[in-house]
T-cell receptor, first 114, second 118 residues
């Protein structure tokens, strides 16, 4: 049973399109995250939700909109895709929002914009 | 500003030998957590080990252990009896949040690519 699962795993799309990545965790955690890993493998946090409430919103273009219908799900919608959005997007979760909690990652969604 | 530095972009080790990956960080906090994650070719990010700064004892998980030097702000990962399956990118990570704070922003180093040779 996958603890943090995200779909799709691979996505190739054209510039200007809108796409979504879905994420679900079955760990019973309160807090979920989206991280972006660029082509140089650099990982950076984008968003975090705690019990459906947005608690971290880093400097991310507003073309990126996260949505959390419940605490087990956190989806990422991207409008008007650009070449620079090509990256691996990781969903993750932790037991609660506290600093220092272990973060559990999904397998990543590899987005390629052409 | 809190930063995490991994100065070894790539390393290689023979199977069954020991290798140490270095990580330094900068913080003004007195207590905090530190993490090592590995990312094998499958891309999954997997927790290797976690250390609390107030604990004097270095964390150990089977063949993985850390050498935590708080004064030097150094947090190196030692892998003993290296196995082919240890081949991966290893990331040191540090929460950019106050200890006990209400948000958990992990910041990652740039990673060390470890290749275990047969």
């Amino acid at each position: 049973d996958t603890a943090v699962s995200q779909t799709p795993k691979y996505l190739v799309t054209q510039m200007g399109n809108d796409k979504s990545i879905k994420c679900e965790q079955n760990l019973g955690h309160d807090t979920m995250y989206w991280y972006k890993q660029d082509s140089k493998k650099f990982l950076k946090i984008m968003f975090s939700y705690n019990n459906k409430e947005l608690i971290i919103n880093e400097t991310v273009p507003n073309r990126f909109s996260p949505k959390s219908p419940d605490k087990a799900h956190l989806n990422l919608h991207i409008n008007s895709l650009e070449l620079g959005d090509s990256a691996v997007y990781f969903c993750a979760s932790s037991p609660d929002r506290g600093s220092g909690n272990t973060i559990y990652f999904g397998e990543g969604s590899w987005l390629t914009v052409v | 500003a809190q930063t995490v530095t991994q100065s070894q972009p790539e390393m290689s080790v023979q199977e069954a030998e020991t290798v140490t990956l270095s990580c330094t960080y900068d913080t003004s906090e007195s207590n905090y957590y530190l993490f090592w994650y590995k990312q094998p070719p499958s891309r999954q990010m997997i927790l290797v080990i976690r250390q609390e700064a107030y604990k004097q004892q270095n964390a150990t998980e089977n063949r993985f252990s850390v050498n935590f030097q708080k004064a030097a702000k150094s947090f190196s990962l030692k892998i003993s009896d290296s196995q082919l399956g240890d081949t991966a990118m290893y990331f040191c990570a540090f929460p950019r949040s106050p200890y006990g704070g209400a948000t958990n922003k992990l910041i990652f180093g740039t990673g060390t690519l470890l290749a275990v040779q047969p």
